[in-house]
């Protein structure tokens, strides 16, 4: 049970360092937590270090998407802050992701590179009415996986709902990252903007390599409780 809970990201939505740094000390057997856009806008690099110091895993989840130079220039800052894993969007083309791959120092540790297929806050219709793109949504990030892992890629952030065909078909060495994971006792209401999700269990049992849980620990009234409920569920596994 305990290589499960090493697996599990927690991203830091929050504005401010202060409130970072506070659920970060109230959740301290959390090893990985994830920085994304709001809180880097917010704090800049200095919430990379402070968890650094706390000797903690960092998922930097900025999603980058632009032309190759911009994104290659993006990278090589990234990897000064010693991340363990970073986004951008495999949409942005194969130029582009060549370019972040080639922009990391080898003489450096480097971050794993993870490509976005679909936020998991978009389905079907959003894919093909808003989107306008003619393919059903699992041949689409079935695509996209297959694109990121021919340029190299480490791997995917998806939803765990595609993680039984991607597991299937790609290597098994490639890291299937995902958000959108509900533990079973989570009642998120009309708050929650992911469209495709499962339980940690059948994500784990699927075949995905790290969950991403956010709400339901980090805005429930107590986080150390449904921690504490989230390992009572991950037993089972």
Known sequence: M????????????????????????????????????????GTGPLILAKLKDREKRIF??????????TIAGA?????N??????????????????????????NQPIPKLLGITLLTSLNSRDLAFDLGIPLELP????????LAQELGLNGVVCSPQEVPQLRETCNQDFLLVCPGV???????????DQSRTLT?????????????????????PHPEI????????????
Request: hydrophobic share 45%; charged share 20%.
């Open 60 to 69: 930097l989840d900025l999603k980058f998407h632009d032309i190759p130079n």
């Open 81 to 106: 802050y010693q991340v363990d894993l970073l986004t951008l969007h495999i949409t942005a083309g194969k130029k582009a992701l060549q370019a972040a791959q080639n922009a990391f120092n080898p």
């Open 182 to 192: 509900r533990p079973k006792w989570a009642h998120m209401g009309n708050n929650d």
């Open 200 to 220: 940690p269990l059948e994500a784990i049992r699927a075949g995905a390599d790290y969950l991403v849980i956010g709400r339901p620990l980090t805005q429930a």
């Open 2 to 41: 305990s290589n499960y809970l090493e697996r599990i990201i927690v991203p830091l939505d929050v504005p401010t360092l202060e409130e970072a740094i506070t659920l970060v000390d109230r959740l301290p057997e959390v090893s990985f937590w994830k920085v994304g856009l709001e809180l880097f806008v």
């Open 226 to 237: 449904a921690w504490s409920n989230l390992r009572a569920e991950l037993e089972n596994v």
């Open 139 to 146: 041949e689409y990030v079935l695509k996209m996986a297959l």
């Open 75 to 79: 990278c090589r800052c990234a990897q």
